[in-house]
């Protein structure tokens, strides 16, 4: 029998319960946590690859003149990184890399900065400064198209000749 202003939780079966839902939710969550969890993780290995994307000379002719390397990330990313190095063959002369998704890039091609090296105006995922020699490794943020665009010193005229490799390493959940 209960005493009066007993509370419930407090009567010997109510907390025999609780003690017994305790116990059984400790054993048994850890139990349906990990069967959860290696069911999940079945045939889910992460798989890694690396592409060479571009290797070679590129030759940027007169002023504001630009070169691409267009790829795609594909999707199920864990992470991908451009790996990118460049050196200009003349060492007076300098090169801009600037990496952008595709609504960035409609803004760089129309826009007059290209010629006149008004960069600034533009927006980019990144930029590397105006160097004769560069080497960076940069995370891409998402899956998709994205351009790596290299770009001519502002007035300039002449050729500048740029020896470049660019590889893409992305893992993905397979």
């Known amino acids: 029998m209960q005493k009066a202003g007993q ?15 305790v116990i059984s939710g400790s054993v048994g969550g ?8 290696s069911q999940s993780l079945i045939g889910t ?15 940027l002719v007169g002023n504001g003149s630009i ?12 992470t991908a990184f ?26 760089f ?7 006149y090296g008004n960069y600034s105006t533009v927006p980019t995922t990144w930029s590397s400064p105006m160097s004769n020699q560069y080497s960076a490794q940069i995370q891409i943020p998402y899956s998709g198209v994205w351009i790596l ?19 893409l390493t992305y893992t993905l959940q397979s």
């Open 7 to 21: 509370s419930e939780w407090r009567r010997p079966g109510t907390v025999m319960a609780i003690i017994a839902l």
């Open 30 to 37: 850890v139990v349906i946590w990990q069967a959860l969890h």
């Open 45 to 59: 290995s992460p798989v890694t690859k690396t592409l060479e994307l571009s290797k070679g000379r590129i030759n």
């Open 67 to 78: 070169a691409y390397v267009n790829f795609t990330v594909p999707g199920n990313l864990i």
């Open 82 to 107: 451009l790996n990118v190095s460049f050196t200009v063959v003349q060492p007076t002369n300098a090169t801009r890399l600037s990496l952008v998704n595709q609504a960035q890039f409609q803004r």
């Open 109 to 115: 091609s129309s826009c007059n900065c290209v010629y």
């Open 149 to 167: 665009i290299f770009q001519h010193e502002p007035g300039t005229k002449n050729t500048e000749s740029v020896d470049e490799t660019v590889s």
